[in-house]
């Protein structure tokens, strides 16, 4: 069994930056790939980055492509998602999530394992 805990969430204004953590335990981490996913309130869960298991690939939702960076440590066992330039928008709860067998993916059911998340409040 997989379990992923997110953590670094928080209030903060327009402008300013976050970083979420996601720390895995209970598999060979570094032999996944990992996903950032938001909902807001009254809309679907949306994909919002994706890394492979080396670290070598990692691909964004355009709106914030050049504002978030998506990282991960395979030794910390732990994925990030740096976010620079917050936007009202980008308010959300923000999960991670994990992703078995080959490819990386944008889709919210491929993935196998899912955090609880932590929300993202940005005010204007």
């Known amino acids: 069994q997989v379990q992923l805990v997110e953590s670094g969430g928080g209030l903060v204004q327009a402008g300013d930056s976050l970083r979420l953590s996601c720390a895995a335990s209970g598999r060979a981490f570094s032999s996944y790939h990992m996903g950032w996913f938001r909902q807001a309130p009254g809309k679907e869960r949306e994909f919002v980055a994706t890394?492979?298991?080396?670290?070598?690939?990692?691909y964004y939702t355009d709106s914030v492509k050049g504002r978030f960076t998506i990282s991960r440590d395979n030794a910390k066992y732990t994925v990030y998602l740096q976010m620079n330039s917050l936007k009202p928008e980008d308010t959300a709860v923000y999960y991670c999530?994990?992703?078995?067998?080959?490819?990386?993916?944008?889709?919210?059911?491929?993935?196998?394992?899912w955090g609880q998340g932590t929300q993202v409040t940005v005010s204007s």
């Open positions: 999530a994990l992703k078995g067998g080959a490819g990386v993916t944008t889709s919210v059911s491929r993935y196998d394992y």
């Open positions: 890394i492979s298991w080396t670290g070598g690939f990692t």
